[in-house]
C-alpha cells in the first residue's frame, strides 16, 4: 500500500466520498452524512486528508482529520475530528483501515492536536470494533449528529 497526503477535493478523494455516501445512505437512508466538509478543513497543519492506493495506483482507503476547538457542537480546545474513514469492500479485512488511523493519529500529534475525536453511528459496527480496539472510548457527543439516537461518539488521547 501507499498511503498518499492528497487535497479534499482531489478528484480520487471526490470518488472514494462519494462511495462512502453512498454506503452510509445504504446504512442510515438519509442521503448520507452531512456534516458540513470544505477542502480547506484537511490542508496541514490544521488537518490532513489520505488516501491509500494498491499496487496498481487505484485509490482503495481513505480518511482525514481537521482541527477543532471549543465550540457549540461539543468541541473542546485541541480536537483534531476522524473524517470519511472507508475502505473499498474489496479490500476490507486487510488493516487498511487501522493503517491509515495510524498514520492520522501520528500526523494529528505531530501538528500539536489534544485529542482525536471521531462521530459514527450504530449500524457501523465494524468501525465501532475498529475504533474500541484501538483505544477509543466514549466521550459526550458532539458535531452535526449529536442530537441523534443512533450517534456514537468516541476520543483517543495523542499525548
Known amino acids: 500500500m501507499n498511503i498518499r497526503r492528497v487535497p479534499f477535493d482531489h478528484s480520487d478523494a471526490v470518488k472514494l466520498n462519494d462511495e462512502v455516501q453512498a454506503e452510509y445512505h445504504l446504512r442510515y437512508g438519509d442521503g448520507g452524512d452531512a456534516t458540513l466538509l470544505n ?4 490542508e496541514p497543519p490544521r488537518g490532513v486528508y489520505l488516501i491509500a492506493y494498491d499496487t496498481t495506483g ?3 482507503a481513505t480518511g482525514g482529520w481537521r482541527s477543532q476547538d471549543a465550540n457549540g457542537e461539543g468541541n473542546t ?3 483534531a475530528e ?3 474513514m472507508f475502505v473499498v469492500e474489496a479490500m476490507r479485512g486487510r488493516g487498511l483501515a487501522r493503517r491509515i488511523l495510524t498514520a492520522l493519529e501520528d500526523d494529528a500529534r505531530a501538528a500539536g492536536r489534544l485529542r482525536m ?3 459514527t ?3 457501523q459496527p465494524e468501525a465501532i470494533a475498529l475504533y474500541t480496539s484501538s483505544g477509543y472510548e466514549p466521550c459526550v457527543k458532539f458535531g452535526y449528529y449529536r442530537h441523534y439516537e443512533d450517534s456514537r461518539c468516541f476520543a483517543k488521547t495523542l499525548r
Do not use: I, Y
Not at 39 to 42: G, L, V
Open 39 to 42: 477542502a480547506s478543513d484537511f
Open 58 to 60: 487505484r485509490p482503495v
Open 77 to 79: 480546545d485541541g480536537d
Open 82 to 84: 476522524l473524517k470519511r
Open 117 to 119: 475525536v471521531l462521530e
Open 121 to 123: 453511528g450504530t449500524k
